[in-house]
């Protein structure tokens, strides 16, 4: 039960912070994502990164903000301007661009106190 | 905009029955469709997949079926056990990194 991994497990923040959720993987994927889970919604994506240094917008990236500046890691800055922010986060990642199986870490449950 | 809904958000079966879990997507360029399966506190996991050419697809109790000309695909579980009991997300692939998934059913297999 490796590969990917996400940390920690759970996060409390207080209004007004920023906070950062860590991912990293040792699949050797180009592909990893970032997606937001809420009951009853499914999982909608917040960014995505094709490459190194490389990362794109998904439908709910706005209070959101990310870096690729290993292949391995994919860290996800929950900012003071995302209003709702406690969710469940999962992060994930693929071999490559088309028709491949996403592969999720534990995800990390954020809760704004 | 793409969409995938999903039908029903709760499903409670009598173990032993069938289960039957229904997807509808909006983009006609999808072309590949997994099926993830989320056991309650755990990460969801692939448990079947099926490409735009095939019609069905099967590993054990567990079946797919696409109707491409429809936008259809399901997910049929057979023979259900307590511990099929799981959230089970459908989602849709435009062949880029954008993967569309439904809202997700709520699977209850009853002893």
């Known amino acids: 039960d490796g590969g990917i991994t996400q940390s920690p497990k759970y996060l409390f923040r207080k209004e007004g912070q920023n906070v950062t959720l860590s991912c990293e993987q040792n699949?050797?994927?180009?592909?990893m994502y970032w997606y937001r889970q809420d009951p009853g919604q499914g999982l909608r994506l917040i960014y995505y990164?094709?490459?190194?240094?490389?990362?794109q917008k998904g439908d709910i990236a706005e209070g959101y903000s990310v870096s690729r500046e290993k292949k391995e890691s994919f860290p996800l800055t929950v900012t003071s301007a995302q209003k709702n922010p406690t969710a469940f986060y999962l992060c994930?990642?693929?071999?490559?661009?088309?028709?491949?199986?996403?592969?999720f870490g534990q995800g990390t449950r954020l809760t704004v106190v | 905009g793409e969409n995938v809904e999903q039908h029903p958000s709760t499903l409670s079966v009598q173990e032993g029955d069938s289960a039957v879990i229904k997807c509808t997507y909006s983009?006609?360029?999808?072309?590949?469709f997994p099926w993830y399966k989320q056991e309650l506190g755990k990460r969801p996991q692939l448990i079947i997949d099926?490409?735009?050419?095939?019609g069905e697809k099967k590993d054990q109790r567990i079946a797919v079926t696409l109707n491409k000309t429809a936008k259809h695909f399901s997910l049929h579980i057979t023979e259900t056990q307590p511990e099929d009991s799981a959230v089970y997300f459908c989602?849709?692939?435009?062949?880029?990194?954008?993967?569309?998934f439904g809202a997700g059913t709520r699977l209850f297999v009853k002893a």
């Open positions: 989602a849709a692939n435009t062949g880029g990194f954008k993967t569309i």
């Open positions: 990164s094709q490459i190194v240094n490389d990362f």
């Open positions: 994930a990642s693929s071999v490559g661009i088309v028709d491949t199986e996403a592969f």
């Open positions: 983009d006609s360029a999808s072309n590949y």
């Open positions: 699949l050797n994927h180009d592909a």
């Open positions: 099926i490409r735009s050419n095939v």
